[in-house]
């Protein structure tokens, strides 16, 4: 089973600062199937990029995915308000497929 | 536009079996795989299993394997998820998601049932 490993825990940061979230995998994925999930607390889960780096329908240009292999990105440039959440990564290179705990990211 | 419509929250005592339903639109319920994830209070998401109603075709994760059972009802576009001889670390908010057509990723969410185990 891949482990996904994500850091920070808790990000802490201003608005129209800009956030850089790690996920770390156990073992390569390959084809970079790995996925980006944004949760706002009580609801479900969003997707925001698949493919490591392809944004889904109707999220904004602010939301970036990169990276290979065991090491893989999301970035929000310029946070805004509404960006304060719980973000998920998830591989589905090899089943089973996997999630990473979560970076919660809130406003100083 | 609601593709996956959930049941509402549940109280169960340890011991006890509880059935989450799914409603489906009709293009999700006839072309895609619907899949059960969980989340434990505090805790990341976890994969439970999935069916693709239109073939029948079910699997399951290894830990959930002889606890849970995911059906689907084509008279109802509606999927299920049963979990039997709950216990306290069942306790978390269930939620189906659709299998996006492309990869093994999610693009699409019910709005998550609270299943509570407490005696």
């Known amino acids: 089973e891949i482990v996904l490993t994500q850091s920070p825990g808790i990000l802490s940061l201003s608005p129209g600062e800009r956030a850089t979230l790690s996920c770390r995998a156990s073992?390569?994925?390959?084809?970079?199937?790995l996925a980006w999930y944004q949760q706002i607390p009580g609801q479900a889960p969003r997707l925001l990029i698949h493919?490591?780096?392809s944004r889904a329908t109707g999220i904004p240009e602010r939301f970036s995915g990169s990276g290979s292999g065991t090491d893989f990105t999301l970035t929000i440039s310029g946070l805004e308000p509404e960006d304060s959440a719980l973000y998920h990564c998830?591989?589905?290179?090899?089943?089973?497929?996997?999630f990473g705990q979560g970076t919660k990211v809130e406003f100083k | 536009q609601v593709h996956l419509l959930q049941s509402g929250a549940e109280v169960k005592k340890p011991g006890s079996s509880v059935k989450v339903s799914c409603k489906a639109s009709?293009?999700?319920?006839?072309?895609?795989?619907i899949a059960w994830v969980r989340q434990a209070p505090g805790e990341g998401l976890e994969l439970m299993g999935r069916?693709?109603?239109?073939?029948?075709?079910?699997k399951y994760e290894q830990k959930f394997e002889g606890r849970v059972t995911i059906t689907a009802d084509k008279s109802t576009s509606s999927v299920y998820m049963e979990l039997n001889s709950l216990n306290s670390e069942d306790t978390a908010v269930y939620f189906c998601?659709?299998?996006?057509?492309?990869?093994?990723?999610?693009?699409?969410w019910g709005q998550g049932t609270l299943v509570a185990v407490s005696s």
């Open positions: 998830q591989q589905y290179a090899r089943s089973p497929w996997t």
């Open positions: 493919g490591a780096s």
């Open positions: 069916i693709t109603p239109i073939l029948g075709v079910v």
């Open positions: 073992q390569s994925v390959s084809s970079d199937y």
């Open positions: 009709g293009d999700t319920f006839n072309t895609y795989t």
């Open positions: 998601a659709r299998k996006a057509r492309l990869g093994y990723y999610f693009d699409d």
